[in-house]
């Protein structure tokens, strides 16, 4: 069951005369939330006539739907169930298609929507209020609900393929605990228990730094400490993002995937451990053993009873 206002359910048990526009809300990791109207022009809404756990809901004020650009979609279907459903979008977007400093399509390409969260809204007006005007709008309802999976980005149309957020419960691993050598634990979470910014530390980028590497100078002790951890830009083009290290060695930061933005001398960036979730590690690098989430003298499955 979907919820909507009183003023909406009372108008559409009275009248079968309204206009509906898709409205869609895309939440990206980097904490930037795009909105684009499906009608002829931009929209101002009050945040009140979306429902309260809406990505657009807003108790003060209006949520502005901008003119961007032009949106397909698949049939959205409704089931007595788990069964997790999807959302195809189809994306027109021209040049002048922005997300900062982005064309639409090169954000898509270089993963800014990758993991993004999709609201798709259906707002419902009566016939007098089409063309953006907001005089005795009705309502809102959340339509679909979900994150991007896939995106294929073509020359002329941009497919996005959105999961339903119950899928989830799809990915999750079951058994929770699982019988290895390794450390089962996410390093830094609540099993794990150590602090990673007790070994967090501050670096500039040096002469020869880019989107691929960061050149710092920093020589840690043990010289894996970093490897498979954590980098995020402080400041600079890239600040509040995060990258994965590959591996420091030499002073210089290998990331597992380039920055979004090119990186200048004097950008500042905090580096955070990585854990290769081996005994070893957990004992001799955190003093963390106590807390080690694998079974490193499991016999191997041809030597189990």
């Not at 009140?48 to 032009?70: C, E, I, K, M």
């Not at 979609?73 to 002048?96: F, H, N, Y």
């Amino acid at each position: 069951m979907r919820e909507a206002s009183a003023a909406l359910q009372n108008y559409l048990a009275q009248n079968d005369t309204f206009v509906i526009v898709d409205l869609y809300t895309f939440s990206l990791p980097s904490g930037t939330v795009l909105r684009y109207s499906g009608w002829t022009t931009a929209l101002n809404i009050p945040g009140t006539l979306f429902p309260a756990g809406s990505l657009n809901y807003n108790a003060t004020g209006y949520t502005v739907f901008a003119l961007g650009p032009r949106f397909g979609r698949s049939m959205v279907t409704t089931k007595i169930g788990v069964e997790p459903t999807e959302l195809d979008i189809s994306v027109l977007a021209g040049a002048d298609d922005m997300v900062g400093t982005f064309t639409f399509a090169e954000a898509m390409r270089v993963g800014e929507f990758d993991g993004a969260t999709v609201e798709l809204d259906r707002f419902f007006a009566p016939p007098q209020a089409a063309g953006g005007s907001l005089a005795n709008t009705l309502g809102a309802i959340v339509w679909f609900c979900g994150r991007v999976a896939e995106t294929d980005v073509g020359r002329t149309k941009i497919a996005i393929k959105v999961k339903s957020l119950m899928n989830l419960l799809a990915v999750q691993q079951m058994p929770r605990r699982l019988y290895q050598a390794a450390c089962t634990h996410i390093f830094g979470d609540a099993m794990c228990g150590f602090n990673r910014a007790s070994l967090a530390t501050t670096q500039s980028a040096l002469a020869g730094s880019n989107q691929a590497q960061i050149v710092t100078g920093l020589t840690p002790s043990p010289t894996t400490l970093y490897d498979q951890g954590t980098i995020i830009g402080l400041s600079g083009a890239n600040a509040g993002q995060t990258r994965t290290i590959a591996q420091l060695s030499g002073g210089t930061v290998a990331l597992l995937q380039a920055w979004l933005y090119p990186v200048a001398t004097g950008d500042t960036f905090q580096l955070l451990p990585g854990c290769d979730h081996t005994t070893t590690t957990c004992q001799n690098t955190f003093n963390n053993l106590a807390r080690f989430g694998g079974f490193p003298y499991i016999p191997p499955p041809e030597l189990a009873v």
